[in-house]
């Protein structure tokens, strides 16, 4: 799930998350006329009105970024919008496994909270190539339903990642063009964050 910025309508990621205002990513794109991402053969929900998906290389090696994506309980290590993250089960991230992460929320005017609270339970996933997770994010007068795919191939340099996501809930559907404005947001600064993390890491190891 991902995240909320300077906005009077809340939005988050599932999974995800971000409440980064930060620039998306060197060779990012985003598009909603592609094909939509999939992991052994399930995507994100067709009927969502709010939904982003984007992409960027990472310029490090496979098992890096892989690493740091489904190690769920680090990733407040290296996403500053991450408070705090619990694996809800132990041992490698597989199919069924869930985990309870929380982010915060600046002052908005549709909740007086300030942490959005997200459980996300994976659905699919295949090592080193894909992961699905779904899963609900809440905070006083405010529920997301999010859906969340993430496809990693090897190229020339490094891993393409993709990342595609749709929110639906009363808030996000009220108004889909802002809640997607925010969702980009967030999937930006995940993609921006994850790539920093990895070729960090990259570079010392």
Known sequence: MSAIRR???????????????AAAPAGATASHRDTPLT?????VDPDAQVRYR????????????WKLQTDVA????WQATVATAERLDHGPLRPGSAFRWTTPLPPNPATTAT???????VRQLRP???IRWTGPADAAGLHIDGVHVWNFTEVD???????????????????????????????EGWLHDLKAAAEADARTN
Do not use: F, K, M
Request: hydrophobic share 40%; proline share 6%; glycine share 12%.
């Open 157 to 187: 340099g490094g891993v393409l990642v993709r990342t595609e996501e749709t929110h639906t809930g009363p808030q996000v559907d009220a108004n889909a063009p802002a809640a997607t404005a925010l969702l980009r947001q967030g999937l």
């Open 7 to 21: 906005a009077a309508l809340v939005t988050v990621p599932l999974v995800l998350g971000l409440l980064g205002t």
């Open 74 to 77: 680090r990733w407040p290590a």
């Open 115 to 121: 942490s959005l609270d997200i459980t996300s339970t």
């Open 54 to 65: 984007t992409e960027t290389v990472v310029h490090a090696p496979l098992r890096t970024v």
């Open 128 to 130: 080193g190539s894909c």
């Open 39 to 43: 992991c052994r053969g399930a995507g």
